[in-house]
Every structure is written in C-alpha cells, then in structure tokens.
C-alpha cells in the first residue's frame, strides 16, 4: 500500500456517525477544499520544476509541505500565490479557478504569504511594515494609515513582536524578521497562509515558539500551508504532510506514515530518518 493509499483510506468517505454507518442515505456535498492545485506544471527553460503535481488544502487544516533542496517547494507556492503562473494545470481557491490571477488579486481574495528571503521595507518601522499589509490586504484592505496601523499592532501582538513596534525594521534580528514576516502576512486577513520557512535558523525554542504561533492561526480558521526543512518541528505541527522531490509528489498523507515512507526515506532523508 502506498503512502497515497493510506491516506486516501484515511481521510476518504469515513462515516460520520452510526447512522451514516447503517448506510442511511444523507443528501450530504463532499466537503470542498479551499485551495485545490490539479495538476499543475512549471518549467524553467528545460527544468521540469513541478511536474504535475495535484494537492489540496482543506479548510482549517495546516498542510505541510517537504522535500530536499531544489524539490520544487517555493515554486508550488508561488504557483498558489500567483506570482508564477503554472504552464499547465489549475489553481483553484474557494472553488474558483484563479490559475491567470494576477498575486495582489489573490491577496484581496484571502491568500496570504511569507517569503523565504525577507525583505522588511527599509527605514519603515516595524508597525508600519506590518501596516502596509493591512492596507492592502482581503477586501479592499483597510481604509486609512490608523486603521491599518491598529491591525498591524494587533498582529504584532499576536506574533510576539508588539514591543518592537516602534523598531525600525531593518534592525530586527533573524528570528524576529521571522515573525515580521508572519505579521505581515496576518496583516492582510487572510484565508489561507502559505509559509516559506519560517523556521529555518531558528533554534529550538525559537522553532517551538514558532509553532505555537501557526496553530494559534489555525486556531482563528486560517488554513495554513508550510514549507520547512526541520522535520521534526513539520512532524508535530502538520495534521498532513506531502513530499515533492525533482518536481513530482512522491508522498501525501499522515506525517508519521509519510516520513517512514521508504521512497521518501530514500528521496529526502538519504540513509537517515526523522
Ligand atoms: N526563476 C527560476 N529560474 C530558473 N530556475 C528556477 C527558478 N526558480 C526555481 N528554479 C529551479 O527550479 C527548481 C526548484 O526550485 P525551488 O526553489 O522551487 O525548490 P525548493 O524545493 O523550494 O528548494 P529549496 O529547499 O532549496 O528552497 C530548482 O532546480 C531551481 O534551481
């Protein structure tokens, strides 16, 4: 049995209560997933980048995603958020196909994100970092420079950056431009968060505060999609996990059976395990 097989045998049709058991007929929709990728397909000149690759996120989940250097993660995301369009395949998002739509689009729609390398606007504080989010975020963003900063303070708060406020952010440390970048993107309310290492660099304590962070988002409704290269701290926080590697998905499924997967093993981890 694949890692594919366990998890559809998982997460498939399982009844919902013992009536559904005794095999009453519920008129009952197939749950639909938020962010839904089929298919999709990205080529670098002659570099299949992601091949094909299906995968979905299902509301109030936090999906993890892995695979060695050069896997094809940060190009799956940026497929997600649009700032690369896909060669083939769709992106759909709230049961709409969003694959042409331009990125801003799809942060006014709900999807929100951080970037691996960060790049907080030089010379601005970080409270009117975080605000320039909330200014451009889902809906319309927030009407005015108080507002969006009232947001941002919130957000600050929420992260644990709220006494660097006032800061200029430039002159945050690493981990702490971590956590500006998850500010940021909370900012703009989103519906879904795509995390592009938010914890490499980060030591242990700094990783569990992290993770605390995350499911905290979880825990307001956001989706959350992460990329992360300590496995370990992906294990504990994914309720799912799946693995690319040159571009296709070799793996999806429970992060326990899919990290003692031997494909994945012999793709990710070489001769060591998680
Ligand atoms: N803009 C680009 N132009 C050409 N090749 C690219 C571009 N972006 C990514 N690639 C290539 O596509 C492949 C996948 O890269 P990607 O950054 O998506 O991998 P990754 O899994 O995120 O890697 P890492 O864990 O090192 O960040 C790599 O071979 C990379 O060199």
């Known amino acids: ?28 929709e197939p749950s639909i997933p938020i962010l839904d990728a089929r298919k999709v397909t990205r080529r670098f000149a002659g570099l299949l980048a992601v091949n094909n690759v299906s995968f979905h996120l299902d509301a109030g989940e936090i999906l993890g995603l892995v695979g060695p250097n050069g896997a094809g993660k940060t190009t799956l995301i940026n497929l997600v958020s649009g700032t690369l369009f896909p060669d083939s395949g769709e992106i759909v998002f709230q049961g709409k196909d969003i694959t042409r739509l331009a990125p801003y689009r799809r942060a006014r729609q709900g999807i929100g994100r951080t970037f691996q ?12 970092n975080v605000a320039v989010g909330a200014l451009f975020g889902r809906g319309l963003g927030l009407p005015g420079l108080g507002p ?21 952010a430039d002159e945050l440390g690493g981990p702490s431009r971590k956590r500006l970048e998850l500010a940021k993107a909370l900012a703009m309310q989103p519906k879904v968060l795509l995390c592009d290492e938010v914890m490499s660099g980060l030591n242990l304590v700094e990783i569990e505060e992290v993770i605390d962070v995350i499911r905290k988002v979880r825990d307001q409704g956001i989706s959350v999609l992460v990329i992360e290269h300590v496995l370990k701290a992906i294990k504990d926080l994914s309720d799912r996990l799946i ?10 499924g429970r992060p326990e059976l899919v990290l003692s997967d031997a494909a994945v093993v012999q793709a990710y981890l070489g001769k060591r395990r998680a």
Do not use: Y
């Open 243 to 252: 693995v690319l590697h040159h571009g296709e998905k070799i793996a999806d």
């Open 117 to 128: 390398i960060m790049q907080p606007f030089p010379g601005l504080s970080v409270l009117d």
């Open 1 to 28: 049995m694949t890692v594919d097989h366990m998890a559809n045998s998982v997460s498939g049709s399982m009844p919902a209560s013992a009536s559904d058991a005794q095999g009453e007929e519920l008129a009952r």
């Open 148 to 168: 969006a900063r009232e947001q941002a303070r919130e957000c600050l708060d929420f992260v644990g950056l709220g006494k660097f406020a006032g800061q200029r």
